[in-house]
C-alpha cells in the first residue's frame, strides 16, 4: 500500500477513535442537570413545607404534597396522603420540632428533585413523645409550576453523634 493510501486510513481510525472516547464520556456522565437556582427553589419549598407541618396547617400541606404523596416512617409504617393529613388535622400527630442538618439537594432537569438530610424531630402521637434523629429523603417534582413533595422517607439513626464523627 501506497503512503498516500495509508495516511486516509489513519485518519479515519483516529476520528472513530475521539468519536468513540466522546460517547463513553457522555453516556458516562452523571444523569444530574440541576442548577443553583432550581436547588434553591426546592430548598424553599421543602421548609415551607416544613414549616406548614409544625403548624399543622392541612391546606398548605394538601397544597405541597402530591396527589400520591407517600410518607414513609423511621419505623417502616407508610400513610398515604389522606391518613397523613387527617393525622395531622387530628392532633393525633403534632410536630414539636423539626430540625434538619447537613441538607443537599440534587436537582434534575428542573422537574425532579431529591433533598437528603439529618432531621431531628419531636413529635407527640396521641400523647406519647417521640425523640428522634433520622437520615431523611424527600422527594420532590415539579408539577403545574409548582415544587410539590411526592414522598417522604425516614430512616432511624443509632447513634447520631457517632455518624458525624465519622464524616470529619
Not at 1 to 12: A, I, Q, Y
Not at 59 to 85: I, R
Given at each position: 500500500?501506497?503512503?498516500?493510501?495509508?495516511?486516509?486510513?489513519?485518519?479515519?481510525c483516529?476520528?472513530?477513535?475521539?468519536?468513540?472516547?466522546?460517547?463513553a464520556?457522555?453516556?458516562?456522565?452523571?444523569?444530574?442537570?440541576?442548577?443553583?437556582?432550581?436547588?434553591?427553589?426546592?430548598?424553599?419549598?421543602?421548609?415551607?413545607?416544613?414549616?406548614a407541618?409544625?403548624?399543622?396547617?392541612i391546606?398548605?400541606?394538601?397544597?405541597?404534597?402530591?396527589?400520591?404523596?407517600?410518607?414513609?416512617?423511621?419505623?417502616?409504617?407508610?400513610?398515604?396522603?389522606?391518613?397523613?393529613?387527617?393525622?395531622?388535622?387530628?392532633g393525633?400527630?403534632?410536630?414539636?420540632?423539626?430540625?434538619?442538618?447537613?441538607?443537599?439537594?440534587?436537582?434534575?432537569?428542573?422537574?425532579?428533585?431529591?433533598?437528603?438530610?439529618?432531621?431531628?424531630?419531636?413529635?407527640?402521637?396521641?400523647?406519647?413523645?417521640?425523640d428522634?434523629?433520622?437520615?431523611?429523603?424527600?422527594?420532590?417534582?415539579?408539577?403545574q409550576?409548582?415544587?410539590?413533595?411526592?414522598?417522604?422517607f425516614a430512616?432511624?439513626?443509632?447513634?447520631?453523634?457517632?455518624?458525624?464523627?465519622?464524616k470529619?
Open positions: 500500500m501506497s503512503r498516500n493510501g495509508l495516511l486516509p486510513g489513519v485518519l479515519f483516529a476520528l472513530v477513535f475521539v468519536c468513540a472516547i466522546s460517547l464520556r457522555l453516556i458516562a456522565a452523571p444523569a444530574r442537570i440541576g442548577d443553583a437556582k432550581t436547588d434553591q427553589e426546592v430548598l424553599k419549598a421543602d421548609a415551607d413545607c416544613n414549616a407541618e409544625l403548624r399543622g396547617d391546606k398548605a400541606m394538601d397544597a405541597c404534597e402530591t396527589d400520591d404523596f407517600t410518607h414513609t416512617h423511621a419505623s417502616g409504617e407508610v400513610e398515604y396522603k389522606p391518613g397523613y393529613l387527617k393525622g395531622v388535622g387530628s393525633e400527630h403534632k410536630f414539636l420540632t423539626l430540625d434538619k442538618t447537613d441538607v443537599h439537594v440534587r436537582s434534575y432537569n428542573g422537574d425532579s428533585a431529591v433533598v437528603e438530610s439529618h432531621i431531628h424531630l419531636r413529635a407527640n402521637n396521641s400523647g406519647r413523645i417521640a428522634v434523629n433520622n437520615q431523611l429523603i424527600t422527594v420532590w417534582v415539579k408539577q409550576g409548582k415544587w410539590r413533595e411526592a414522598a417522604w430512616v432511624g439513626l443509632r447513634n447520631p453523634g457517632a455518624q458525624a464523627a465519622e470529619k
